[in-house]
């Protein structure tokens, strides 16, 4: 599990494809201090490190991992946002975030405030059910609060220090990003789910 606060960002220096998987070689401040099976999210998806070497880790993203997140998208000197796993030591300073990314989100808008940021994003009318007004998102495993939602689309503010400290300023109109719902919004969605169908049956 995670909190959705960025402790550093990484930069990609090598991808190789295997098959259906694709495998990387990431350059982070927190790298050379990873071991070998832990578990960090990258952009908000929960990787294995497989390596450690000099600066740089290794994580393989398997093709249901690919297929459910924007890792289609990671090119050569791309910015990953990265977290280590939380512990029972650590301060939840977000929300609880499992590294499950849910969907992909796309840009429609970036609009510079007044000392933040708002970005605005669409995503697949099915997950409406999911979010609701000033609740948590995870946005490329930012922990963020949502507002001015509709059945596909929400808006996030971005304060100067998130945006400095990740890779949110690099996103621009257009751009997919990782989404994860809020995990108890998720849990409380399907016992209504069979609640209602119990209802219908009888």
Not at 1 to 16: A, Q, V
Not at 61 to 73: C, F, L, M, R, V
Not at 90 to 113: F, N
Request: charged share 20%; net charge negative; glycine share 6%.
């Amino acid at each position: 599990m995670f909190t959705g606060i960025i402790e550093s960002t990484g930069i990609i220096k090598e991808i190789h494809e295997h098959g259906t998987n694709k495998t990387f070689w990431i350059e982070s401040a927190v790298s050379p201090i990873l071991k070998i099976d832990q578990s960090i999210s990258h952009n908000g998806a929960c990787l294995t490190i497989e390596e450690v070497k000099n600066d740089c880790h290794q994580v393989t993203a398997i093709e249901e991992t690919i297929n459910k997140t924007n890792i289609n998208s990671w090119k050569m000197g791309s910015v990953i946002n990265l977290e280590r796993s939380l512990t029972l030591a650590s301060i939840l300073d977000g929300h609880i975030v499992q590294g499950h990314v849910d969907c992909v989100a796309i840009c429609t808008s970036v609009t510079k405030k007044e000392g933040s940021y708002e970005y605005r994003f669409s995503f697949d009318k099915k997950f409406a059910t999911l979010i609701i007004e000033k609740g948590s998102i995870a946005i490329n495993g930012i922990s963020l609060t949502v507002f001015n939602i509709t059945e596909n689309a929400f808006t996030v503010a971005i304060i100067p220090y998130t945006f400095e400290h990740t890779n949110i300023k690099y996103v621009q109109t257009g751009d997919s990003v990782n989404i994860e719902f809020d995990m108890i919004g998720k849990y409380v969605n399907r016992i209504a789910q069979f609640r209602v169908e119990d209802t219908l049956q009888k």
